[in-house]
T-cell receptor, first 116, second 115 residues
């Protein structure tokens, strides 16, 4: 079974631009979560989507948004990019929602975003 | 609310010696606990998971962890370190019952293996 895939793997943008990242979950997984990883803040939860609905959201500004499609693929969008948004963005998929007993999350390789 | 504290930011051991990575957690709900490993420029790989079935959990690559509720700990161990174990290790908590926090990660422990 194919793992979680993320595209693109690397991205360079300039301040003020917007960016869209894509995540394809493991087949059959309905939950997709997004995380930001930086050297200073570590791994931080952005949001979780389950059955096309945002279920949980971390403590990030409204510039960070996402959506999930009927095939469970998810996109994350960051508008008005800032230098501090440079990070590794990880996507994870699971069969069920976080907090369910079957909620093991499997991670993709990440998208490395650099904001200049 | 939930939190995770990894007690060591760096651990250095010699190849062939035991590994101990320490983790303490806090959770309002009955937690699920995980250890993930991240090799350089790679995503996160699940090592093992605790969900209240058994307190001693065996994972991949010879790793295991013991859940101790009285100590709120979930330390990761391996009897004999291998050079390929050098990586960043994350202790993670997920609150059962549909907590709103997603997964909460510790800051990570960088494991160094000396030849």
């Amino acid at each position: 079974k194919a793992g979680v895939t993320q595209t693109p793997r690397y991205l360079i943008k300039t301040r003020g631009q917007q960016v869209t990242l894509s995540c394809s979950p493991i087949s059959g997984h309905r939950s997709v979560s997004w995380y930001q990883q930086t050297p200073g803040q570590g791994l931080q939860f952005l949001f979780e989507y389950f059955s096309e609905t945002q279920r949980n959201k971390g403590n990030f500004p409204g510039r960070f948004s996402g959506r999930q499609f009927s095939n469970s693929r998810s996109e994350m969008n960051v508008s008005t990019l800032e230098l501090g948004d440079s990070a590794l963005y990880l996507c994870a998929s699971s069969l069920a929602r976080t907090g369910d007993g079957t909620d093991t999350q499997y991670f993709g390789p990440g998208t490395r975003l650099t904001v200049l | 609310a939930q939190s995770v504290t990894q007690l060591d930011s760096h651990v250095s051991v010699s190849e062939g010696t035991p590994v101990l990575l320490r983790c303490n957690y806090s959770s309002s709900y009955s937690p699920s606990l995980f250890w993930y490993v991240q090799h350089p420029n790679k995503g996160l790989q699940l090592l093992l998971k605790y969900t209240s079935a058994a307190t001693l959990v065996k994972g991949i690559n010879g790793f295991e962890a013991e859940f101790k509720k009285s100590e709120t700990s979930f330390h990761l161990t391996k009897p004999s370190a291998h050079m390929s174990d050098a990586a960043e290790y994350f202790c993670v908590v997920s609150a059962s019952g549909g907590g709103a926090d997603g997964l909460t990660f510790g800051k990570g422990t960088h494991l160094i293996i000396q030849p």
